[in-house]
């Protein structure tokens, strides 16, 4: 695992995303990707199109989690809790994030979600994942991480996708295609804007377009547990 940023890029608070650079080697994101075929890995698998979520599936880890998911976790949770919390006071919200991975998922147990969320996600040709936002209970840290484990020359298609739906205007639509090792950080489900008259909320939701070619892999990381 290369060096994470110390904090967190200017991009993500006036955009609701932004690059986080390669955070993975080519070696890294082939081992975690080999871990897909292994079960004791994961707490359940989902078959996207059983539920009309898309096309494709991924699993989600159980916990203890894989050592590089596990530190990835704690370090991307510490520099991205400070802008978690000037969003919260932003959004007029009591909400505060603790410092730690650690005594935050200590809080989302309390409130009864002791399911963990990171997950791979997996996509072959014809594959896509519906727009959606990744919401497990009370207990929601408003900035999530996907790092792409494929080589973009392997597939064709597959663009990480992000909406956002401000008031009163019509839907903006971002596509992004991500080197492999690379991480992207987003907003959840909603991010505060200036305004002229004051700060309003932006709504968000993100997926992944149609994968044409090949198959695409990526690691998800959620930071709150699940109900």
Aim: with cysteine; proline share 7%; hydrophobic share 40%.
């Amino acid at each position: 695992m290369t060096d994470v940023l110390e904090a967190a890029p200017p991009h993500l608070a006036t955009e609701g995303v932004a690059r986080l650079g390669v955070l993975l080697s080519p070696e890294e994101c082939r081992a975690l990707q080999a871990l897909y075929d292994d079960p004791a890995h994961f707490r359940s698998r989902i078959v996207m199109a059983r539920h009309g979520f898309g096309q494709g599936e991924y699993q989600y880890f159980a916990y203890p989690l894989p050592g590089p998911v596990q530190a990835l976790r704690e370090r991307l949770y510490e520099i991205l809790a400070p802008l978690a919390n000037r969003w919260a006071e932003a959004l007029g919200q009591a909400r505060r994030f603790p410092p730690s991975l650690a005594a935050f998922t200590a809080e989302c147990h309390a409130a009864g979600q002791r399911r963990p969320t990171p997950l791979l996600l997996h996509y072959r040709a014809g594959d896509y994942n519906c727009l959606h936002q990744d919401l497990y209970g009370e207990q929601v840290f408003p900035i999530q991480v996907v790092i792409a484990l494929s080589d973009p020359a392997d597939y064709d298609g597959g663009a990480f996708v992000l909406v956002e739906q401000r008031p009163r205007r019509q839907s903006r639509a971002e596509a992004l295609t991500l080197r492999q090792g690379e991480a992207i950080a987003f907003a959840v489900r909603e991010r505060p804007v200036q305004g002229t008259r004051g700060v309003y909320r932006v709504q968000m939701k993100h997926g992944v377009s149609t994968v044409t070619r090949g198959a695409r892999m990526t690691l998800g990381l959620i930071f709150h547990d699940a109900l």
